[in-house]
């Protein structure tokens, strides 16, 4: 007996419901979410789970879905993207890791690598290429987008590796997880409901942040976390436009 479309059409569904790459999206704008959904919708092997809108609630998701890939972005509420990436890589080693960067920036391919990503995509890139990095790392292999070959991945890595020893990387991912809430602008009580601990043991974190980093006060600490890309300028700051001299 023949089978009817409709049953041919289930199982087709099926078998590529089994093969897509699954995808989860950390990114705190909707729009850009929504966006980013909506094209990887259109291709039959790509499957999104999930999204995030900040770093914390997208280490708890893949921790719990368990993608193949997480496209995460480079500033990013709660947990910025880097720290996001050397979370997942650490808990969830199945995951591969796309981290989107505001810009062709060698500081960030190799912070990125360091943190364990398998792949970069600049954010002016076309919406093709972030499809092709997915399913390049979603195979296994590396991505760097242009004008960083992929070709010349290895060399990135050494990079990686040979770079100085960074005060950062002495912290601990709680410490990491405090100073960019702090950055913020969370008080101890704050970072203590948000993490789950007590508001004695946020400020002792954040006592060794300090101390770890060198760090004087609460300005230095944000300046650090803008230098670092921990925290994203607001789009609607701007640097005051100079005045004129008026004519004499």
Known sequence: MSRTSQEASTDTTQL?????????????RHLVRQGVRCMLQLEPDLDIVGEAPDGLKAVQLVERLKPRVLVVTMPL??????DVTSHVRQ????TAVIVLSSA????????????????????????????RAIRTVGVGRRYLSAPFSAQGVDTWLRRARAAAPDPYETLTSREREVLQLVAEGYSSAGIAARLSISPRTAESHRASVMRKLGLGNQVELVRYALARGILALPADVRPPTPRRPSPN
């Open 77 to 82: 509420p709660g947990l910025n993207g880097l």
């Open 16 to 28: 590529r419901a089994r093969s897509a790459i699954t995808i989860v999206l950390a990114d705190d």
């Open 91 to 94: 808990r969830v080693p199945g």
């Open 104 to 131: 062709p920036d060698e500081r960030w391919v190799v912070e990125a690598l360091r943190a364990g990503a398998a792949g970069v995509v600049v954010q002016q890139a076309k919406g093709e290429e972030l499809v």
